[in-house]
């Protein structure tokens, strides 16, 4: 089983003159996405037992997600307003303490064997006490199982820019796969290219930085040639969730092909990286061909022409 463990919260999506309550959350976008692919899937993040936290666990069952990790809690969840310009999405968040805000390392469960891989990322990993309980997640179970970072790093989010970055350096030192966006580079390392970048995470231990450009595609940097995957033409409503999609088809291509292991992942072939990038790309698609987080059910990427 895959585990999901990071934020979950309520996008207010603009509809005319008002907003849309739709669930979402990067991590948790990836959970539902991972699940209606018909991989087997946790999640761990405090679900909150107001109307919005009834929200977010639907599409958790509806997608078979496994949400016995989950706690429950009275205190409120996370709201993040979009705004969309030209497609893109900007957040402003309302988390101050909120369910999984107030989540603290000595909360964590304990895990169980069945967990294959652990995917982490998005705004719970600045804030604490949550950002040092994923953090402490991390070091826990990295030694077993392979672990995948998305930082999805948004800027607005961070108040404390030294201890985040500390907390980034740390986590890309124990993580085994990393996506970044553009954004995420000129960020994290302005000025350098993702060839730089790339190799300097390398050299950290990552086994393979995954890049993605929207319209342009997305590459994959790796101890052999780099690979790319072109992006599949289609019309964009909006590209909420488009980056936490493409994550689970990573992640699901690498666990159908047997490789999303410790094990595994030292065996990596160029036929194994290109499927994870062929799915992630194609899955990313439909997910920003529609509004809102929602990510594709395993038929309907069956459907879609190659």
């Known amino acids: 089983m895959i585990l999901c463990a990071g934020e979950s919260l309520i996008d207010m999506v603009p509809e005319g003159a008002h907003y849309r309550p739709l669930p979402g959350g990067a991590v948790y976008n990836?959970?539902?996405?991972?699940?209606?692919m018909g991989i087997d899937t946790g999640y761990l993040w405090p679900i909150s037992r107001d109307t919005f936290g009834e929200m977010l666990l639907r599409p958790l069952a509806e997608a078979g997600v496994d949400t016995g990790l989950c706690p429950r809690s009275d205190r409120l969840t996370t709201l993040a307003f979009v705004t969309l310009t030209g497609g893109e999405a900007r957040y402003a968040f309302y988390d101050e303490g909120s369910a999984?805000?107030?989540?603290?390392?000595?909360d964590l469960p304990e895990i169980p064997d069945a967990v294959s891989a652990l995917f982490i990322g998005g705004i719970s990993?600045?804030?604490?006490?949550c950002g040092a309980a994923v953090e402490a997640l991390v070091e826990r179970v990295r030694h077993r199982i392979p672990v995948m970072l998305d930082p999805n790093i948004r800027p607005f989010f961070i108040a404390d820019e030294t201890a985040y970055r500390a907390r980034l350096d740390r986590l890309i030192g124990m993580a085994d796969l990393i996506k970044l966006s553009g954004d995420d580079l000129d960020w994290l390392m302005p000025g350098a290219s993702f060839e730089?970048?790339?190799?300097a995470i390398l050299a950290r231990g990552p086994?393979?930085?995954f890049q993605t450009g929207g319209s342009a595609g997305a590459r994959a940097h790796w101890s052999g040639e780099p690979l790319a995957a072109q992006a599949l033409r289609v019309e964009v409503a909006d590209t909420i969730g488009a980056g936490d999609t493409f994550n689970a088809g990573v992640l699901a291509a690498l666990d159908r092909a047997g490789v999303l292991t410790r094990e595994g992942l030292e065996r990596l072939t160029p036929e194994a990286v290109a499927q994870a990038l062929a799915l992630g790309t194609r899955a990313a698609a439909i997910t920003v061909s529609r509004p809102g987080a929602n990510p594709p059910w395993a038929h309907e990427l069956s459907a879609l022409p190659a």
């Open 30 to 36: 990836t959970a539902i996405a991972l699940g209606r």
């Open 100 to 106: 999984g805000r107030m989540l603290a390392p000595e």
């Open 125 to 129: 990993l600045v804030p604490d006490p």
């Open 196 to 199: 730089e970048a790339a190799a």
């Open 207 to 209: 086994r393979v930085v």
